[in-house]
C-alpha cells in the first residue's frame, strides 16, 4: 500500500457506493480502487494530474473518471452516505460549527479602494482588487463533520 492509497477498511466502506466495475457493455473499466488511489495521490500531493505516477494508470484515465463521477454527483452521493452511515453509529459530534468566507460579511465599506488624486474612477488595480474583495467565493470544498474514531 502506497502512502496516499486507501486502507483495506476504508476500501470496504467504499466499494459498495461505487458504480459497477464491469459495464453491461463495451470495455471493462480500470479498478475503481486504483483510480481512487491515483485521485487521492492528486488530492493529498498538490501535484498537476500530468505528475501522477504511473503505478495509478494513465493521468488522463484517472483525471476522466474523477471529473465524470463529480458531475455525476457521486462524490456528494458517497459522502451523505459515509456521513449517514457514521451518524447511525454515533461517530459523528454535530455541535461542531465552521466558519467560511460564505458567511463572513464585510463592512459596506471594506471593497471601496481609495481614489488617486485627479483621477475619475481610480486605478485599474484597485477597481480589479475591490471587486474580487467582493465576488462570491470559488471554493469546492463541502461543510465536514468531524467523525471521531
Known amino acids: 500500500m502506497g502512502r496516499y492509497e486507501l ?3 476504508q476500501w470496504e466502506r467504499l ?3 461505487l458504480p459497477p466495475e464491469k459495464p ?3 470495455r471493462p473499466n480500470h479498478s475503481h480502487r486504483r ?3 491515483g485521485m487521492l495521490w492528486i488530492a493529498r500531493s498538490g501535484a498537476p494530474w500530468r505528475d501522477l505516477p504511473e503505478r495509478y494508470g494513465a493521468f488522463g484515465t484517472v483525471a476522466s ?3 465524470r463521477w463529480r458531475r455525476a454527483g457521486l462524490w ?4 451523505e452516505a459515509l456521513q449517514a452511515r457514521a451518524d447511525r453509529q454515533g461517530r ?4 461542531l460549527h465552521f466558519v467560511d468566507s ?3 460579511r464585510a463592512h459596506q465599506h471594506a471593497a471601496g479602494a481609495r481614489k488617486a488624486s485627479g483621477e475619475k474612477g481610480g486605478s485599474t488595480a484597485r477597481r480589479w482588487a475591490a471587486r474580487a474583495a467582493v465576488s462570491r467565493p470559488r471554493s469546492t470544498s463541502a461543510p465536514r463533520a468531524k467523525v471521531s474514531r
Request: hydrophobic share 40%.
Open 92 to 95: 459523528v459530534d454535530w455541535s
Open 76 to 79: 456528494q452521493r458517497i459522502l
Open 102 to 104: 460564505t458567511i463572513v
Open 15 to 17: 466499494e459498495p457506493l
Open 35 to 37: 483510480m481512487i488511489n
Open 7 to 9: 486502507t483495506d477498511a
Open 24 to 26: 453491461r457493455t463495451g
Open 65 to 67: 473518471r474523477f471529473y
